[in-house]
Structures are given as structure tokens and as C-alpha cells.
């Protein structure tokens, strides 16, 4: 295992530890979700400036939302990029290209998030960019087109557009993060 991989694996067991220690479930789940696993390797992928330092905020953020929801709740009007701000602190990273397209594939995730909520958040009255009028179709094949016009073979190990979607559709992704 190479050895960023194992710097992945060492943050995110540290993180479930502070925050899930007597949820094991809960922590096995977000060790193997490949979103989890996407916001702590991203800084490595994509080169940034001491990765393992913000590989270690980033999961700490993600780790904190499922926790407590909030930072990354959609509110009305909001693009999914946006909705992502608090995570989005690549732009030091030496592989922009990575950084762009690991973004890409959160935002993806955030979409199939709000598409499998879409009937609940219409309900509950929750803001959702799909019941706001976002074309869930266009937005999927813009995103995908442009994930997949971005090659890193270090990301596709941890997650592709299809497998996102696959995942999702399948009913194997709960939340965004998970």
C-alpha cells in the first residue's frame, strides 16, 4: 500500500475514533465510503501543500457534519458547488486538475444525495435544488461529462461518476458522506 493510502486510512480511523467510538457500525460504514474516503486522499491526489494536515481538517469537517448536520446543509437557491465551500480549500494544490475533478465527483454525490431526498426534503419543507427547479438529468450528465474529462487514475481507485451513481441508485448511499 503506498503511502498516502495508508495516511488515508490512519485519519480516517483517528476521526471515527474521536467522534464514533461507540458507534462501530457507524464508524466501519464512513471508513469504507468512498466519499469519505475521497475528502481525506484528496489533498494528497492533488498535490496540496502539507496534505496529511488537511486531510486531517477535511475529515474532521465531513466527520463533523454527520455528527451535527449543518455546514453542509442546502439552503434555497444554492449550487452545489457552493453548498461544498466549507470543504473546498484545494486551491493550493500542485494537480488543480485533481482537485477540480475530486470536487466534481463531490458535487456529484451531493446531487444523488438530493435526488434520493428530493421526496422527503418536499415533505419536510427542506430545501433541495431538485424541487427548486435544478434538471437532475442535465446536472448529472454535466458533472459526469466532466469528471470523466479529467483522468486520475489515483482517484478512480477510490471512486468514478458511475460508481457514485451506481452506488446511489442502488440504495447503498444514505447521505452524502456515507
Known amino acids: 500500500m503506498s503511502e498516502w493510502k495508508v495516511k488515508v486510512e490512519s485519519i480516517l480511523q483517528t476521526g471515527v475514533r474521536k467522534y464514533f467510538a461507540n458507534d462501530p457500525?457507524?464508524?466501519?460504514?464512513?471508513?469504507?465510503?468512498?466519499?469519505?474516503?475521497?475528502?481525506?486522499?484528496?489533498?494528497?491526489?492533488?498535490?496540496?501543500?502539507?496534505?496529511?494536515?488537511?486531510?486531517?481538517?477535511?475529515v474532521d469537517t465531513l466527520l463533523k457534519e454527520i455528527k451535527n448536520?449543518?455546514?453542509?446543509?442546502?439552503?434555497?437557491?444554492?449550487?452545489?458547488?457552493?453548498?461544498?465551500?466549507p470543504g473546498d480549500n484545494l486551491k493550493g494544490a500542485a494537480n488543480?486538475?485533481?482537485a477540480e475533478k475530486g470536487m466534481l465527483l463531490?458535487?456529484?454525490?451531493?446531487?444523488?444525495?438530493?435526488?434520493?431526498?428530493?421526496?422527503?426534503?418536499?415533505?419536510?419543507?427542506?430545501?433541495?435544488?431538485?424541487?427548486?427547479?435544478?434538471d437532475y438529468q442535465k446536472e448529472k450528465d454535466r458533472l459526469v461529462k466532466a469528471i470523466n474529462a479529467i483522468s486520475s487514475p489515483e482517484m478512480d481507485e477510490i471512486t468514478t461518476a458511475d460508481k457514485l451513481i451506481a452506488r446511489s441508485e442502488t440504495g447503498t448511499v444514505a447521505t452524502l458522506w456515507m
Not at 79 to 84: A, E, F, G, I, T
Not at 106 to 129: C, G, M, W, Y
Request: hydrophobic content about 45%; overall charge positive; proline content about 11%.
Open 106 to 134: 463531490l458535487e456529484l454525490a451531493s446531487l444523488q444525495d438530493h435526488f434520493r431526498d428530493r421526496e422527503v426534503d418536499l415533505a419536510s419543507k427542506t430545501p433541495n435544488p431538485l424541487n427548486e427547479g435544478m
Open 69 to 85: 448536520p449543518g455546514p453542509f446543509a442546502h439552503h434555497a437557491g444554492m449550487s452545489l458547488r457552493k453548498r461544498l465551500a
Open 25 to 58: 457500525k457507524m464508524s466501519a460504514g464512513i471508513v469504507a465510503s468512498p466519499v469519505a474516503r475521497l475528502v481525506a486522499a484528496l489533498p494528497f491526489i492533488a498535490d496540496c501543500p502539507k496534505p496529511d494536515e488537511l486531510a486531517a481538517k477535511n
Open 96 to 98: 488543480p486538475r485533481a
